[in-house]
């Protein structure tokens, strides 16, 4: 009976350490186990949300490119219409200056013809009244002539009178001759000066060159944005069973262990 005691005590505590190093060893288990699952929940979480981020950068990054594109158009489209302004100026001042370029050299070509008209009329007019003024002369003379010739006389004195009536009329076609000589210089003088003076006149107005204006630079389309993949992560494999069952036996192995010592104290005792 006393030894029967002992026995049933140390089996008892025995089977307790034994119980309880395996319910250990089942709750560090099943700890290790919920720990990896919740890993591997993290890791699908993580790799879900950085995909969405990586999509949402994306979007942005693009409506942030079409924005800046958008204000690049709107400044180009404004330059555009400045520019344009711009020659539709220049483009009225040359028609304006064309207009007077027009005026200024028509109203030069009329001069230059009314100008050169009145002076081949006075030319004209001085020739016909030299012409008529020399007819007038030869009709005096040959008058003079004939009545010293109808006078009956005859001598070196009659001959001397009817010489010189012709002496006179050849001086007077000489005369001019001169005039006539110097009247056509004088118009070739005036006609030059009424040329250079043309020319002057027409060359006083030139037509208006345009200034260019180049047109701004459009702005290129922005390309669309790279979808960056999510960076790689990695979980390891769920805890081992082996390890589990290891530690079970551990957990039995000590129970006995401490049964015995159990065993052995109280049968010292």
Do not use: C
Request: zero cysteines.
């Amino acid at each position: 009976m006393v030894v029967i005691t002992p026995l049933i005590g140390s089996l008892a505590m025995g089977g307790a350490n034994a119980l309880l190093g395996m319910f250990g060893a089942g709750q560090q288990q099943a700890a290790a186990q919920q720990d990896w699952l919740n890993q591997r929940a993290q890791q699908d979480a993580n790799t879900q949300f950085a995909q969405w981020q990586a999509g949402f950068n994306q979007r942005l990054t693009d409506a942030n490119q079409q924005h800046s594109y958008w204000q690049a158009t709107l400044a180009h489209n404004q330059q555009l219409a400045y520019v344009n302004s711009l020659r539709n100026f220049e483009l009225s001042r040359a028609i304006a200056q064309a207009e007077v370029v027009g005026q200024t050299r028509a109203a030069a070509g009329a001069d230059f013809a009314l100008q050169s008209q009145a002076l081949s009329q006075q030319l004209v007019e001085t020739s016909m009244a030299d012409a008529v003024a020399y007819q007038q002369y030869q009709v005096a003379a040959l008058k003079a002539r004939s009545t010293v010739a109808a006078s009956g006389q005859e001598g070196s004195s009659i001959d001397r009178l009817i010489n010189d009536y012709a002496r006179q009329q050849g001086d007077f076609a000489a005369i001019q001759q001169i005039n006539e000589g110097l009247r056509n210089r004088q118009f070739s003088r005036a006609q030059t000066a009424q040329v250079t003076q043309y020319l002057s006149q027409y060359n006083s107005q030139q037509f208006y060159e345009q200034q260019p204006y180049l047109e701004p630079m459009a702005p290129f389309q922005p390309l669309p944005t790279l979808l960056m993949p999510a960076a790689p992560t990695f979980t390891g494999t769920g805890p081992s069973r082996s390890a589990g069952v290891l530690n079970g036996l551990t957990g039995l192995m000590g129970g006995v262990q401490a049964g015995l010592s159990t065993f052995g104290t109280l049968s010292n005792i």
